[in-house]
Protein backbone atom coordinates (compact mmCIF):
# COMPACT_ATOMS: atom_id res chain seq x y z
CA UNK A 1 0.00 0.00 0.00
CA UNK A 2 1.53 3.63 -0.86
CA UNK A 3 1.90 5.81 1.86
CA UNK A 4 3.05 9.25 1.97
CA UNK A 5 0.60 10.86 -1.09
CA UNK A 6 0.34 14.67 -0.11
CA UNK A 7 -2.82 15.22 -1.99
CA UNK A 8 -5.60 18.51 -2.84
CA UNK A 9 -7.69 16.47 0.32
CA UNK A 10 -4.96 17.20 2.34
CA UNK A 11 -5.25 21.16 1.93
CA UNK A 12 -9.13 21.88 0.57
CA UNK A 13 -10.35 22.95 3.49
CA UNK A 14 -7.58 25.68 4.54
CA UNK A 15 -6.73 26.46 1.03
CA UNK A 16 -7.24 30.01 -0.13
CA UNK A 17 -9.57 30.41 -2.71
CA UNK A 18 -8.53 32.20 -6.21
CA UNK A 19 -10.98 34.99 -6.64
CA UNK A 20 -11.87 36.50 -9.88
CA UNK A 21 -13.12 40.28 -10.24
CA UNK A 22 -16.87 40.19 -9.61
CA UNK A 23 -18.90 40.64 -12.92
CA UNK A 24 -22.24 43.43 -13.44
CA UNK A 25 -25.32 42.44 -13.53
CA UNK A 26 -26.16 42.56 -17.55
CA UNK A 27 -28.89 45.26 -18.38
CA UNK A 28 -30.31 46.70 -21.18
CA UNK A 29 -28.49 49.26 -23.88
CA UNK A 30 -29.77 52.89 -23.54
CA UNK A 31 -31.79 53.44 -26.61
CA UNK A 32 -34.74 55.96 -26.51
CA UNK A 33 -33.50 59.11 -25.03
CA UNK A 34 -31.60 59.54 -28.19
CA UNK A 35 -35.27 58.91 -29.91
CA UNK A 36 -37.62 61.11 -27.88
CA UNK A 37 -37.57 64.89 -27.90
CA UNK A 38 -35.39 66.25 -25.02
CA UNK A 39 -36.22 69.46 -23.23
CA UNK A 40 -32.86 70.89 -21.27
CA UNK A 41 -34.09 74.55 -20.46
CA UNK A 42 -35.36 73.84 -16.85
CA UNK A 43 -34.65 73.46 -13.32
CA UNK A 44 -37.12 72.39 -10.36
CA UNK A 45 -40.22 70.27 -10.05
CA UNK A 46 -42.25 73.11 -12.13
CA UNK A 47 -44.35 71.12 -14.56
CA UNK A 48 -44.08 71.49 -18.09
CA UNK A 49 -47.46 71.94 -20.35
CA UNK A 50 -47.81 72.22 -24.02
CA UNK A 51 -50.29 73.63 -25.78
CA UNK A 52 -51.82 73.03 -28.95
CA UNK A 53 -54.21 75.35 -31.61
CA UNK A 54 -56.91 74.64 -32.95
CA UNK A 55 -56.93 73.99 -36.58
CA UNK A 56 -58.03 76.40 -39.49
CA UNK A 57 -60.43 75.77 -42.10
CA UNK A 58 -59.88 78.12 -45.72
CA UNK A 59 -63.31 78.65 -46.63
CA UNK A 60 -64.46 79.54 -50.57
CA UNK A 61 -65.21 83.23 -50.97
CA UNK A 62 -66.49 85.92 -53.50
CA UNK A 63 -64.75 89.07 -54.49
CA UNK A 64 -67.53 90.94 -52.67
CA UNK A 65 -67.71 88.77 -49.48
CA UNK A 66 -66.32 90.22 -46.06
CA UNK A 67 -64.10 87.74 -43.96
CA UNK A 68 -65.36 87.00 -40.54
CA UNK A 69 -63.04 85.94 -37.76
CA UNK A 70 -62.63 82.28 -36.15
CA UNK A 71 -60.98 82.02 -33.18
CA UNK A 72 -57.55 80.70 -32.75
CA UNK A 73 -56.81 79.85 -29.34
CA UNK A 74 -54.31 77.15 -27.52
CA UNK A 75 -55.53 74.03 -25.53
CA UNK A 76 -53.74 72.12 -23.00
CA UNK A 77 -52.47 69.34 -24.80
CA UNK A 78 -50.04 67.41 -22.17
CA UNK A 79 -48.21 67.93 -18.74
CA UNK A 80 -44.84 66.62 -18.03
CA UNK A 81 -44.91 66.24 -13.94
CA UNK A 82 -41.20 65.59 -12.73
CA UNK A 83 -39.96 63.65 -10.45
CA UNK A 84 -37.27 62.21 -8.67
CA UNK A 85 -34.91 59.13 -8.49
CA UNK A 86 -32.23 57.84 -5.88
CA UNK A 87 -30.18 54.94 -4.65
CA UNK A 88 -27.69 54.72 -2.16
CA UNK A 89 -24.89 52.39 -1.29
CA UNK A 90 -22.42 52.59 1.67
CA UNK A 91 -19.37 51.45 2.04
CA UNK A 92 -17.63 51.17 5.10
CA UNK A 93 -13.76 51.96 5.32
CA UNK A 94 -12.94 48.30 6.21
CA UNK A 95 -14.44 46.73 3.47
CA UNK A 96 -13.26 49.21 1.13
CA UNK A 97 -9.20 48.44 2.56
CA UNK A 98 -10.19 44.97 2.18
CA UNK A 99 -11.88 44.54 -0.91
CA UNK A 100 -10.06 42.30 -3.40
CA UNK A 101 -9.20 42.19 -6.38
CA UNK A 102 -11.99 44.89 -6.80
CA UNK A 103 -12.57 48.40 -6.34
CA UNK A 104 -16.07 48.29 -4.43
CA UNK A 105 -15.81 52.51 -4.62
CA UNK A 106 -15.47 52.16 -8.31
CA UNK A 107 -17.84 49.32 -9.07
CA UNK A 108 -20.71 50.93 -7.04
CA UNK A 109 -20.78 54.12 -8.46
CA UNK A 110 -20.51 52.65 -11.98
CA UNK A 111 -23.37 50.64 -10.88
CA UNK A 112 -25.13 53.62 -9.50
CA UNK A 113 -25.29 54.89 -12.83
CA UNK A 114 -26.46 51.54 -14.54
CA UNK A 115 -29.27 51.58 -12.25
CA UNK A 116 -30.05 55.14 -13.54
CA UNK A 117 -30.28 54.43 -16.61
CA UNK A 118 -32.06 51.19 -16.69
CA UNK A 119 -34.70 53.27 -14.77
CA UNK A 120 -34.89 55.97 -17.88
CA UNK A 121 -35.06 53.44 -20.16
CA UNK A 122 -37.66 51.34 -18.83
CA UNK A 123 -39.89 55.03 -18.26
CA UNK A 124 -39.61 55.72 -21.72
CA UNK A 125 -40.61 52.30 -23.15
CA UNK A 126 -43.60 52.29 -20.94
CA UNK A 127 -44.48 55.72 -22.59
CA UNK A 128 -44.71 53.70 -25.66
CA UNK A 129 -47.73 51.90 -24.70
CA UNK A 130 -49.46 55.32 -24.49
CA UNK A 131 -49.50 56.71 -28.35
CA UNK A 132 -52.88 57.80 -29.35
CA UNK A 133 -52.18 57.77 -33.67
CA UNK A 134 -53.36 54.30 -33.89
CA UNK A 135 -53.47 50.95 -33.12
CA UNK A 136 -51.80 47.61 -34.70
CA UNK A 137 -51.85 44.38 -33.14
CA UNK A 138 -53.10 42.54 -30.40
CA UNK A 139 -52.03 40.70 -27.04
CA UNK A 140 -50.76 37.25 -27.99
CA UNK A 141 -50.56 38.39 -32.16
CA UNK A 142 -47.67 37.17 -33.84
CA UNK A 143 -45.86 39.94 -35.57
CA UNK A 144 -45.47 40.44 -39.17
CA UNK A 145 -44.08 41.92 -41.71
CA UNK A 146 -47.36 43.65 -43.40
CA UNK A 147 -48.39 44.40 -39.60
CA UNK A 148 -44.92 46.85 -39.14
CA UNK A 149 -45.77 48.18 -42.54
CA UNK A 150 -49.10 48.85 -41.58
CA UNK A 151 -48.13 50.96 -38.73
CA UNK A 152 -45.58 53.01 -40.78
CA UNK A 153 -48.74 53.81 -43.24
CA UNK A 154 -50.73 54.93 -39.94
CA UNK A 155 -47.55 57.09 -38.71
CA UNK A 156 -47.10 58.96 -41.96
CA UNK A 157 -50.70 59.13 -42.00
CA UNK A 158 -51.49 61.03 -38.88
CA UNK A 159 -48.12 63.00 -39.54
CA UNK A 160 -49.65 63.83 -42.83
CA UNK A 161 -45.74 63.26 -44.28
CA UNK A 162 -44.01 60.48 -46.04
CA UNK A 163 -41.22 62.59 -45.63
CA UNK A 164 -41.05 63.27 -41.89
CA UNK A 165 -38.47 60.85 -40.00
CA UNK A 166 -40.36 58.45 -37.90
CA UNK A 167 -38.64 55.58 -35.75
CA UNK A 168 -39.67 51.77 -34.83
CA UNK A 169 -39.06 49.98 -31.96
CA UNK A 170 -40.02 45.91 -31.12
CA UNK A 171 -38.89 43.82 -29.01
CA UNK A 172 -35.80 41.30 -29.65
CA UNK A 173 -38.04 38.52 -29.59
CA UNK A 174 -40.44 40.12 -32.09
CA UNK A 175 -37.22 41.39 -34.50
CA UNK A 176 -36.29 37.14 -34.55
CA UNK A 177 -39.62 36.01 -35.47
CA UNK A 178 -39.94 39.02 -38.84
CA UNK A 179 -35.90 37.90 -39.35
CA UNK A 180 -37.60 34.15 -39.94
CA UNK A 181 -40.42 35.27 -41.69
CA UNK A 182 -40.74 33.91 -45.19
CA UNK A 183 -42.56 36.96 -46.91
CA UNK A 184 -41.81 40.33 -46.93
CA UNK A 185 -44.93 43.04 -47.86
CA UNK A 186 -47.03 39.97 -49.23
CA UNK A 187 -43.82 38.67 -51.22
CA UNK A 188 -41.58 35.95 -50.68
CA UNK A 189 -38.21 36.92 -49.74
CA UNK A 190 -36.92 34.99 -52.26
CA UNK A 191 -37.82 37.66 -54.54
CA UNK A 192 -36.34 40.40 -52.00
CA UNK A 193 -32.67 39.04 -52.32
CA UNK A 194 -30.62 41.97 -51.01
CA UNK A 195 -33.15 42.21 -48.06
CA UNK A 196 -32.63 38.78 -47.23
CA UNK A 197 -29.16 39.21 -47.56
CA UNK A 198 -29.51 41.86 -44.89
CA UNK A 199 -31.24 39.94 -42.70
CA UNK A 200 -29.27 36.96 -42.21
CA UNK A 201 -25.87 39.26 -42.36
CA UNK A 202 -26.59 42.20 -40.40
CA UNK A 203 -30.02 41.89 -38.99
CA UNK A 204 -30.34 41.61 -35.38
CA UNK A 205 -26.45 42.31 -34.70
CA UNK A 206 -27.01 45.57 -33.27
CA UNK A 207 -30.13 47.80 -31.64
CA UNK A 208 -30.51 48.78 -35.04
CA UNK A 209 -32.57 45.55 -36.18
CA UNK A 210 -33.49 46.65 -40.16
CA UNK A 211 -34.39 49.85 -42.57
CA UNK A 212 -37.52 48.53 -43.30
CA UNK A 213 -39.57 51.14 -45.97
CA UNK A 214 -36.98 53.74 -44.86
CA UNK A 215 -37.62 53.63 -41.15
CA UNK A 216 -35.04 52.14 -38.60
CA UNK A 217 -36.41 49.75 -36.93
CA UNK A 218 -34.72 49.02 -33.38
CA UNK A 219 -34.73 46.24 -30.90
CA UNK A 220 -34.96 46.51 -27.12
CA UNK A 221 -34.93 43.43 -24.98
CA UNK A 222 -37.09 45.15 -22.20
CA UNK A 223 -39.37 42.85 -19.91
CA UNK A 224 -42.66 41.64 -21.89
CA UNK A 225 -45.63 41.98 -20.04
CA UNK A 226 -47.27 39.24 -17.58
CA UNK A 227 -48.77 38.13 -20.75
CA UNK A 228 -45.83 37.14 -22.46
CA UNK A 229 -46.62 40.66 -25.19
CA UNK A 230 -44.67 43.74 -25.71
CA UNK A 231 -45.79 47.16 -27.07
CA UNK A 232 -43.57 48.52 -29.28
CA UNK A 233 -44.29 52.17 -31.77
CA UNK A 234 -43.56 53.89 -34.71
CA UNK A 235 -43.49 57.55 -33.97
CA UNK A 236 -41.75 60.72 -34.50
CA UNK A 237 -39.10 62.40 -32.01
CA UNK A 238 -42.03 64.83 -30.57
CA UNK A 239 -44.42 61.93 -29.87
CA UNK A 240 -42.63 60.97 -26.66
CA UNK A 241 -40.36 63.22 -24.29
CA UNK A 242 -37.67 63.32 -21.79
CA UNK A 243 -37.55 66.88 -19.73
CA UNK A 244 -33.90 66.92 -17.67
CA UNK A 245 -34.40 68.76 -14.35
CA UNK A 246 -31.18 67.53 -13.11
CA UNK A 247 -28.71 65.27 -14.64
CA UNK A 248 -27.78 61.97 -13.24
CA UNK A 249 -25.35 62.58 -10.67
CA UNK A 250 -23.34 60.24 -8.12
CA UNK A 251 -21.56 61.82 -5.49
CA UNK A 252 -20.31 60.61 -1.95
CA UNK A 253 -20.95 61.69 1.20
CA UNK A 254 -18.64 60.93 4.10
CA UNK A 255 -20.01 59.66 7.12
CA UNK A 256 -17.22 59.66 9.85
CA UNK A 257 -19.50 58.39 13.16
CA UNK A 258 -20.26 55.21 10.43
CA UNK A 259 -16.80 55.14 9.43
CA UNK A 260 -17.92 54.83 5.71
CA UNK A 261 -18.94 56.64 2.64
CA UNK A 262 -22.27 57.10 1.31
CA UNK A 263 -22.42 57.21 -2.58
CA UNK A 264 -25.57 59.05 -3.47
CA UNK A 265 -27.24 58.74 -6.75
CA UNK A 266 -29.81 61.12 -7.82
CA UNK A 267 -31.81 63.08 -10.74
CA UNK A 268 -34.45 64.79 -11.72
CA UNK A 269 -36.58 64.11 -14.95
CA UNK A 270 -40.34 64.01 -16.62
CA UNK A 271 -41.26 61.90 -19.31
CA UNK A 272 -44.18 60.51 -21.08
CA UNK A 273 -46.12 61.89 -24.34
CA UNK A 274 -45.75 64.73 -25.65
CA UNK A 275 -47.98 64.57 -28.84
CA UNK A 276 -48.91 61.31 -28.63
CA UNK A 277 -51.56 61.55 -31.63
CA UNK A 278 -48.59 61.53 -34.13
CA UNK A 279 -47.06 57.86 -33.08
CA UNK A 280 -48.91 53.99 -33.03
CA UNK A 281 -48.49 51.49 -31.06
CA UNK A 282 -48.09 48.09 -31.85
CA UNK A 283 -48.77 45.23 -29.60
CA UNK A 284 -47.68 41.35 -30.36
CA UNK A 285 -46.30 38.29 -28.30
CA UNK A 286 -42.75 38.73 -27.34
CA UNK A 287 -42.55 34.85 -26.04
CA UNK A 288 -39.15 33.44 -26.12
CA UNK A 289 -37.97 32.42 -30.06
CA UNK A 290 -38.27 28.84 -31.17
CA UNK A 291 -36.41 27.51 -34.16
Aim: aromatic residues 8%.
Amino acid sequence: MTQGINDWSNISAIAQAVQEDAIFVIREAQLMPTLVQEFSDMSGMNPRKGYQYNKGTAKSITDSDDLTSDAFTPALDQTLTPHEIGLQFFITDARAESEAPESILTDASRELGFAANDRVESDLIANLGDLTGGTVGAAGTAITWGYLGAAIAIARGVNKSASKPVSAVIHGYQAAVLAKTASVAGAQVVNAPNFQDKMTTSGGANVLFAVYQGVKVYQVFAEPDNQGDFTGGVFPREAIAIDWRRAIRVRPQRDESRRGLELNMSGIYANGVWRPNRGVKMTFDASLPVS
